[in-house]
């Protein structure tokens, strides 16, 4: 049974850090693409950052790469995602996922078979 478990949300004030985990189990990481994705509410699940199975780092906005950084430990089955100057809007559920779809990672969450159950990401101003 596959399992992702995000940890490492929480409250954070305008302009701090945080660093989000994903603990993999149940698949052979290193074959699989891993990518972090948001859902603010009342908006669609959002593709923040992937990584490939070789380590190669994808942001989806400009500012997300000025700002977040993605990583994996592939001994340790873990996906990071790094977020610093966090704002206000990047308040969120942050969801892990992971695809086997593909030589580069999607930013289409149809394309990633497993999921986390997310993690809050509170931004206060």
């Known amino acids: 049974q596959v399992q992702l478990i995000e940890s490492g949300g929480g409250l954070v004030q305008d302009g701090g850090s945080l660093r989000l985990s994903c603990a993999a189990s149940?698949?052979?990481?290193?074959?699989?693409?891993m990518a972090w994705f948001r859902q603010a509410p009342g908006k669609d699940r959002s593709a923040v950052a992937a990584i490939t199975r070789s380590g190669e780092s994808i942001y989806y906005e400009d500012f997300m790469k000025r700002r977040f950084a993605i990583s994996r430990d592939n001994a340790k089955n873990t996906v990071y995602l790094e977020m610093n100057s966090l704002k206000a809007e990047d308040t969120a559920v942050y969801y892990c996922a992971a695809s086997l779809w593909g030589t580069y990672p999607s930013q289409t969450p149809q394309t990633y078979a497993h999921w986390g159950q997310g993690t809050q990401v509170t931004v206060a101003s």
């Open positions: 149940g698949l052979t990481f290193s074959d699989y693409h």
